[in-house]
């Protein structure tokens, strides 16, 4: 019996399942223990994760809210603040964990679908006085989850670390699904990272391992991050287990990427033709469709509970706003399904009492 409740389960390219080639790499890793000396898998995956992503050093670590974490409290300190979108993934899904863990404020810029201009950051760091915070670092997310998987432009990003750097601020980039970024645009990850100073990378996204993130920069970056990384309680033993899946999917599952992007422009194109659903940005670029569902249809929730009774996993990510993400586990076949289960939920009976879920 599957684990999962639905046949075509689309809440998140999170929910993938490990390949019988991924586990059978697992299963033989080499491995030692990662705190006191080290594992020869992890080390192996960090060296291939520097080397692509063209940095010095990198370190793996349980998830991405630890890499971004750690990476905010090296670049600042108590009493700092860094600069992110409003909507990105650092400022809404991680319990704000810059302040409860590292004493650091977040100034907010809105952007349009997650994406940022470097005119709207000019004016925005702060004088040096005893009155204010210091605004140290400048966060991106690329790309941006709530944006509908958006891609910031690249020169975007080139403007605003150039603006940053001229400014003595320090960048970082969340790019949990960079991956996704390079291969719809064709630009490598070495260069979309080269303008920052730390990046983190998820591989339990759209590549498909069970666990675990990377924090990538210089060495001395890397040398305190794996300090900070025994104080979040982040340091693991023989882990090589786990950084063999991820270094599997680093090394296998990037190139099948854009089918994933083509999964859901068709998704994308199913939306558009039914009514009273609507794309929310309409442009999708990657693996994420958001879409609006009118309330004539009901809330989200009603939406997504009769998907699910068809069989299709979603996710409500607003009142009326639902997101789709396709990824490895979901093949066309299971994409046109998808589609035919859409026309039908906006034909069921809606259900008033159903609970509203979390989002």
Not at 28 to 47: F, R, S
Not at 230 to 236: D, E, H, R, V
Not at 270 to 286: E, F, M, W
Not at 348 to 356: F, N, W
Request: some cysteine; proline content about 3%.
């Amino acid at each position: 019996m599957s684990s999962t409740p639905f046949a075509i389960d689309l809440r998140s390219d999170t929910v993938t399942k490990p390949t019988r080639a991924m586990r059978q790499a697992m299963a033989n890793a080499e491995v030692g223990d990662d705190v006191i000396c080290v594992d020869p898998t992890v080390e192996q995956l960090q060296t291939r994760i520097a080397d692509l992503l063209g940095k010095e050093a990198a370190l793996f670590m349980p998830s991405g809210s630890m890499t971004n974490q750690i990476a905010i409290r090296l670049h600042c300190r108590p009493g700092d603040e860094f600069i992110c979108e409003t909507d990105c993934h650092v400022f809404n899904y991680e319990q704000a964990a810059y302040a409860q863990l590292s004493g650091v404020a977040a100034r907010t810029v809105t952007g349009v679908a997650g994406v940022l201009h470097v005119d709207q950051l000019r004016g925005l760091i702060r004088p040096e006085n005893d009155h204010q915070v210091r605004t140290r670092l400048v966060c991106l997310e690329n790309t941006h989850n709530r944006g509908a998987g958006a891609i910031q432009p690249f020169e975007n990003v080139v403007q605003i670390c150039q603006w940053a750097h001229e400014n003595d601020l320090r960048t970082h980039l969340d790019g949990a699904r960079l991956f996704n970024a390079a291969a719809a645009t064709g630009i490598s990850e070495k260069r979309w990272a080269e303008n920052f100073d730390s990046v983190s990378v998820c591989f339990s996204k759209g590549l498909g391992a069970p666990v675990g993130s990377a924090l990538v920069g210089s060495k001395e970056l890397i040398k305190q991050a794996r300090r900070a990384r025994k104080l979040f309680g982040g340091a693991m033993r023989q882990v090589g287990i786990l950084a063999a899946g991820a270094l599997y999917a680093l090394e296998n599952h990037r190139d099948r990427l854009n089918d994933d992007h083509d999964h859901a422009r068709i998704l994308a194109d199913t939306i558009r033709a039914t009514d009273g659903l609507s794309l929310d940005p309409d442009r999708v670029q990657t693996n994420i469709v958001i879409f609006r569902v009118d309330p004539e249809l009901g809330t989200a929730s009603n939406l997504v509970a009769r998907l699910g009774q068809l069989g299709v996993g979603a996710l409500a990510v607003g009142p009326q706003k639902i997101r789709f993400v396709t990824h490895l586990d979901v093949n066309r076949q299971q994409i046109d399904a998808a589609c035919a289960a859409i026309q039908d939920a906006v034909s069921l009976p809606v259900d008033t009492k159903q609970v509203a879920a979390q989002y």
